[in-house]
């Protein structure tokens, strides 16, 4: 399967700390993205960092990658209740499909 | 924009009956995409349009499944005869133009189909 894997499947944290999600991918890529989901609702793109891309910021988000071990990490700083969703890494590579990873389900407490 | 529209929300059917979900993608995205997602298999890609065109349906699972487009801002996935199996949650996205400087996809709200 092209399918990428997160890593932790699950986690749980308080607010105010940070969340760190792992996601590994299989082939070369021209792009890696990062979703949210909301239970029962579409997925929402969240940051795409290129392949010559090392790390991206927007907000609280802070993504890296590396091309060499075919992983990227997402880092939520400060996180909120609101936070609470699943994550999902999504990777492109000359073709207009994404191929998205297992997800990471994000639980944080008030 | 009213983003990505999806109907029904909800479907609960008998097994064997047909099944058409609709989506209306965002106005000028030129990609148009269904895919299933379930707990098992998470979220996989069944196959993408682009200008109204199917360029891979790969990911089909099987002759029961269809999809058209017949213009830029309506498409159908359907199953005919559905099973059990099929149960899921449907989404449709969108995305405007490639080599634009994002390549975002635009989700709907989903379908949940539930086939008993």
């Known amino acids: 399967s092209q399918q990428g894997e997160e890593d932790p499947q699950a986690l749980s944290i308080q607010e105010g700390e940070n969340a760190t999600m792992n996601c590994s991918y299989k082939t070369s890529i021209n792009n890696l993205q990062w979703y949210r989901q909301n239970s029962g609702r579409g997925l929402v793109h969240l940051i795409l960092i290129r392949s010559n891309e090392r790390e991206k910021h927007s907000g609280r988000l802070r993504v890296t990658l590396d091309t060499s071990k075919k992983s990227s990490s997402l880092l939520i700083t400060a996180s909120r209740a609101a936070d609470t969703a699943s994550y999902f890494c999504a990777t492109d590579f000359n073709t207009d499909k994404l191929i998205f990873g297992t997800g990471t389900r994000l639980q944080v407490f008030p | 924009d009213a983003g990505v529209i999806q109907s029904p929300r909800h479907e609960v059917t008998e097994m064997g009956q047909e099944v058409t979900l609709r989506c209306k993608p965002i106005s000028g995205h030129d990609y148009l995409f269904w895919y299933r997602q379930t707990m098992m298999r998470g979220l996989e890609l069944l196959i993408y349009?682009?200008?109204?065109?199917?360029?891979?349906d790969s990911g089909m699972p099987e002759d029961r499944f269809s999809a058209k487009m017949p213009n830029a801002s309506f498409s159908t996935l359907k199953i005919q005869p559905s099973e059990p199996r099929d149960s899921a949650v449907y989404f449709c996205?969108?995305?405007?133009?490639?080599?634009?400087?994002?390549?975002?996809?635009?989700f709907g709200p989903g379908t949940r189909l539930t086939v008993l």
């Open positions: 349009f682009n200008n109204n065109v199917p360029i891979d």
């Open positions: 996205a969108s995305r405007g133009l490639a080599g634009g400087p994002h390549n975002e996809q635009f």
